[in-house]
């Protein structure tokens, strides 16, 4: 599938789904500059309309249900119907942020569904980079804790008391493959290294898969690229700080290169992930 | 907003109205916004109670504030045009 | 007069977080086992709830189904759930619309009480208001409420905001109960590795009403931005009124039940009672002890200039 669906008849949403660290903000970046550019100020890099699939303050207003008090299992049977109040209630086009995998809930449906759905476009990075940028962002230094979490179908973020929902990511290979496997929602698939080699060209798939206006548009494509440059966003988040920056971290806008993993990690770290990932690392082209 | 001097102005009934601090706030009961008005806006409110039609409430203004007449009455006009767009005044 | 805003009489056991407002007969409030309707006539209906401006229904996945009825009458369908799960959730957003369809005005606020004036907190779910109210309560300061604090508009006059707690004790999740040092009682619920307890906080208030002197909403956001990490900071004007209206427990059904008329005149009129502020601190373990210790500075400090 290369186009978001055109049969809704409002406006649904999309999705911007990937493994941590690959690139998603970004991308909501560029798309905000291309879409939005006069929304942006110091203080909202994106604003694009929606948030983020985990977004508990969210999912309590329209359930009328304090989710604290409810398992994360309880959480993920109302998460579909509140995804298509939100599509409901919207005059606009949302782009929500998820880094679930895709999967089902207790009730055996999909958590996102595809009656309020008109695409996603999936981010995927190299998992070596991955594998270094997710501890970055952890606040240490210790890969191997990161390699054996995207090795464990069980691991999650959030849920809990935490802030945001419970995100069952199932291993970084799954991840990638049950958002492909699926067939309820087209999706775009972008690796962050073709974004680093020529953000223009990707950023007009995405424009083209979406059915902007803008797509063709090769000025707004140029601009809006030159306004996401990495060198512009850390100067702004040095100037003003950056809201996803979580507490332990010195800064959100870290390096924004490729090949970073392959210096970091030792053989034997490169070597473990390549045993588990292999399959869709070669799908992707991605050398170990 | 070109507005003419004989034109009334009335506050409509769509909020409630309360000062906090030195801000004159409006709270909208239909859409749910608050609106504030500050210094020469609240002052341009406030003397709504006595002066009905916008002729006199720019004269009452220019009374109180060392402005050109050209300048209070554009200044009003624009604030009023606002008013009316959020539905807490009509003008007639 | 009353310490509590009404009585309920309830055939179910309702756990000791609204003991003060249980009556063994004839309370304004009757909380029955029945039949409940799967729809009500509602213009405004989120994906568990239906409200109008005398209805509420609320129904809990795989759990019970309330309807709240005038203010009065609160009947509840079983669907298998236990008296704790039935209680846990009549006492949430249902207790919301009840305190609505009483001419009530819930804050989404846990609070502690210091010389009959009450401190409340706010913020958004996981901001921390249950958890500093434990904390301020093991440091001396008397508890007063969690989660939510009433108001009532017909009691608000000359700058002085009567207020009721909404409930005693407290829920804490685990490390929020190790952080404070709050007694640990039964699980919230049944469900294993659910790690929230009900707690009884180290100083248990008796009363049940003062009033509302402060609203400290609770941020988080210097951290990020490498601002100064503990900062209090009063707000005035337009700004404050707003905050005091984001602080209104479940605002969509008390539109939908009292209408924004009613609620906005009741904002006028709390305003000027309370003093609004906001309390941005870094949410890490280390620096717990010190930001408790700044709010519980800050509260004594208030009271003393006012006396």
């Not at chain 1, 999909?110 to 008109?118: I, K």
């Not at chain 3, 009556?23 to 309370?27: F, K, V």
């Not at chain 3, 779910?125 to 921390?128: E, L």
């Given at each position: 599938m290369t186009e978001a669906s055109d049969t809704l008849d409002k406006p649904g949403i999309t999705w911007l789904a990937s493994?941590?660290?690959?690139g998603n903000t970004w991308t909501r970046i560029l798309l905000s500059n291309l879409i939005?550019?006069?929304?942006?100020?110091d203080d909202n890099f994106a604003p694009l309309h929606g948030s983020i699939s985990s977004n508990r303050v969210g999912l309590d207003a329209v359930s009328g249900?304090?989710?604290?008090?409810?398992t994360d299992d309880e959480i993920d049977l109302l998460r579909p119907d509140y995804y298509r109040e939100l599509a409901r209630t919207g005059d606009e086009r949302q782009f929500v942020k998820v880094h679930d995998a895709y999967h089902g809930n207790g009730a055996g449906k999909?958590?996102?569904?595809?009656?309020?759905?008109?695409g996603a476009i999936y981010l995927v990075r190299h998992p070596f980079d991955v594998a270094v940028s997710y501890a970055s962002h952890q606040g240490h230094q210790d890969f191997a804790k990161t390699i054996n979490h995207m090795a464990n179908p069980a691991h999650i973020m959030?849920?809990?008391?935490?802030g945001q929902l419970r995100q069952k990511l199932l291993t970084w290979s799954e991840h990638y493959l049950t958002w492909h496997r699926q067939d309820q929602i087209p999706v775009l698939t972008i690796r962050y290294e073709d974004m680093l080699a020529d953000t223009a060209a990707c950023l007009t798939r995405m424009g083209r898969f979406l059915k902007l206006?803008?797509?063709?548009?090769k000025q707004a494509i140029a601009r809006a690229v030159e306004e996401s440059r990495f060198e512009k966003l850390r100067a702004k988040e040095d100037e003003?700080?950056?809201?996803?920056?979580?507490?332990?971290?010195?800064?959100?806008?870290r390096a924004g290169r490729a090949g970073d993993g392959w210096d970091l990690l030792d053989d034997e770290l490169r070597e473990r992930l390549y045993t588990a990932h292999r399959d869709v690392m070669e799908e992707l082209g991605y050398k170990p | 907003m070109d507005i003419a001097n004989d034109t009334t102005i009335r506050k409509t009934d769509n909020f409630v109205e309360t000062v906090v601090d030195d801000e004159l706030v409006l709270l909208h009961i239909v859409n749910g916004q608050f609106y504030s008005l500050k210094d020469t806006g609240r002052r341009a409110w406030e003397l709504l109670e006595d002066e009905k039609q916008f002729g006199s409430l720019v004269n009452a203004m220019c009374g109180e504030y060392d402005v050109a007449e050209e300048t209070c009455r554009s200044e009003l006009g624009k604030l009023f045009g606002e008013l009316q767009e959020r539905t807490l005044v009509e003008l007639n | 007069m009353n310490d509590v805003p009404f009585t309920i009489t309830a055939d179910l056991d309702l756990g000791t977080r609204v003991a003060p407002y249980v009556?063994?007969?004839?309370?304004e409030v009757t909380i029955v086992e029945g039949e409940v309707p799967d729809a009500i006539e509602s213009d405004d209906m989120g994906t568990n709830f239906s409200v109008n401006s005398s209805q509420f229904l609320l129904n809990v996945p795989n759990g019970a189904t309330y309807l709240v009825e005038g203010g009065e009458r609160i009947t509840y369908r079983?669907?298998?759930?236990?008296d704790r799960d039935v209680a846990l959730f009549l006492l949430g957003s249902a207790w919301g619309a009840l305190c609505f369809q009483r001419g009530l005005v819930p804050l989404h606020a846990s609070a502690v009480i210091h010389k009959g004036k009450v401190h409340a907190f706010t913020g958004q779910?996981?901001?921390?208001k249950s958890t500093l109210a434990a904390a301020l309560a093991k440091r001396g300061l008397d508890f007063f409420t969690d989660d939510v604090l009433i108001i009532d508009?017909?009691?608000?006059?000359d700058g002085a905001a009567r207020c009721f707690a909404g409930q005693k004790d407290m829920k804490l999740w685990a490390d929020a109960l190790t952080l404070t040092g709050a007694s640990k009682m039964g699980?919230?619920?049944?469900?294993?590795?659910?790690?929230k307890f009900f707690a009884t906080p180290a100083t248990s208030e008796s009363a049940g009403s003062g009033n509302l002197a402060s609203l400290s909403i609770l941020k988080n956001e210097n951290a990020r931005r490498d601002r100064q990490p503990v900062e209090i900071e009063k707000l005035s004007g337009a700004v404050a009124i707003k905050r005091l209206r984001d602080s209104i427990y479940r605002m969509r059904f008390g539109v939908a039940i009292m209408g924004r008329q009613k609620l906005y005149s009741a904002l006028a009129q709390l305003i000027s009672a309370v003093h609004v502020q906001t309390f941005d601190r870094p949410l890490n373990k280390h620096a717990f002890p010190e930001t408790t210790a700044a709010m519980r500075g800050w509260i004594c400090d208030f009271g003393k200039s006012n006396d």
């Open positions: 493994y941590p660290k690959s939005a550019p006069d929304d942006i100020t249900l304090p989710s604290s008090d409810l999909p958590l996102f569904p595809a009656d309020c759905s008109l959030a849920g809990g008391s935490k206006p803008e797509a063709d548009d003003h700080g950056f809201r996803e920056r979580p507490e332990k971290t010195e800064r959100f806008f | - | 009556r063994d007969s004839g309370g079983r669907n298998g759930a236990s779910s996981g901001a921390g508009p017909a009691q608000i006059s699980a919230v619920r049944d469900e294993p590795g659910f790690n």
